[in-house]
């Protein structure tokens, strides 16, 4: 027997040390719930799952963002519904307007409604709008265009068919921001356009356009062609080029520079929706509503005023090509709230999916850690009952001495 070292007590300490150990662990999983409190649980653990947690909590905040955009699609489709009735009654108006029984008098009383109709879409397009943001007025920041970059928006400038049999033909040259048009013939006002869209990647700031053997009756004509094309495309501006030169046989020549008063305006309004948890562009949903004012319907000043029923018969036609239009947006903006619908419902079932195996990697199983505890409980009683023990096997020295 030996006193100096009591290798049994020193034994049993070392146990219960241990077990203290782990019975603490054991509480700290069992009282936070989580199995990874710290990279020293498991490391390779607590990477996989933190990059799950940036997952689901990126992805939950998308299907909040696409929300938010199904309730933009909303307010700005019940604002058209309200459009399309406006617009119904018009055209009601107007097939009233158009039967010759209507006196003059008649025809301006029925011309007080449309008015006040038309003022209404106007205010309607004016003021819809969702979180500060304007839906139906186009382009709420008035991006200016100055040379041929279009900025994202679509921007129409064609070829243009001419009554003479000729045409213009419109190119861009390569990184100079110029606009091309040579004339083979006259034009003549109100000629139609039709065709290509300018797209050129053009930074230069000031863009031109050349026009060959253009005199100044023809620059005049072609200012009729663009303000009707600017009104059909809801551009808010003007046509206003003059040739450089006077309209003598001499100038076949003239070149109008589009500088800080010669510009046009976008004319839709672009929503980018973020739909994912990473930065790429697949995750991104456009939204896009057209201007929806009168002009851009092109009722602003729609006529069925007048002596015969003529004004009121051509306002029929303009009412129901300005109900298709809004048909055609509602629909589009339907499409796309459908789309954000399945598109929240693909990400709340990834969010759920993605959840899951983040808990089996981090969460803890109680009933598992709750076996550990007990069996660790009773191995520390049982160690600082064996220390007790142990510590007492040195009295038996105290009576070999007496």
Known sequence: MVVQHNLTAMNSNRMLGVTTSAQAKSTEKLSSGYKINRAADDAAGLSISEKMRKQTRGLTQASANAQDGISAVQTAEGALTEVHDM??????????????????????????????????????????????????????????????????????????????????DVTTTA??????????????????????????????KEGQITLTDARTEEVAAMNEVLNKYYEEMGIKTKANFTANTSATPAAVDATQTLGSKDFVYANSQSLNLHVGADSTSNNKINMKIDFMGAKSLHIDGLQVAGKTSAPATRAIDTITEAIQKVSTQRSALGAIQNRLEHTINNLDNVVENTTSAESAIRDTDMATEMVKYSNNNILAQAGQSMLAQANQTNQCVLALIG
């Open 87 to 168: 617009l119904q009654r018009m055209n009601e108006l107007a097939v009233k307007a158009a039967n010759g029984t209507n006196s003059e008098d008649d025809r301006n009383y029925i011309q007080d409604e449309i008015d006040q109709l038309v003022t209404e879409i106007d205010r309607v397009a004016e003021t819809t709008k969702f979180n500060e943001t304007y839906l139906l007025k186009g382009d709420a920041n008035k991006t200016k265009i100055t040379d041929t970059v279009y900025n994202n928006y679509d921007i129409s400038l064609v070829e243009a068919e001419m009554a003479a049999g000729g045409k213009i």
């Open 175 to 204: 990184n100079a921001g110029e606009i091309k048009l040579s004339f083979t013939s006259g034009i003549v006002a109100g000629d139609k356009w039709n065709g290509k869209t300018v797209t050129s990647g053009s930074t230069a």
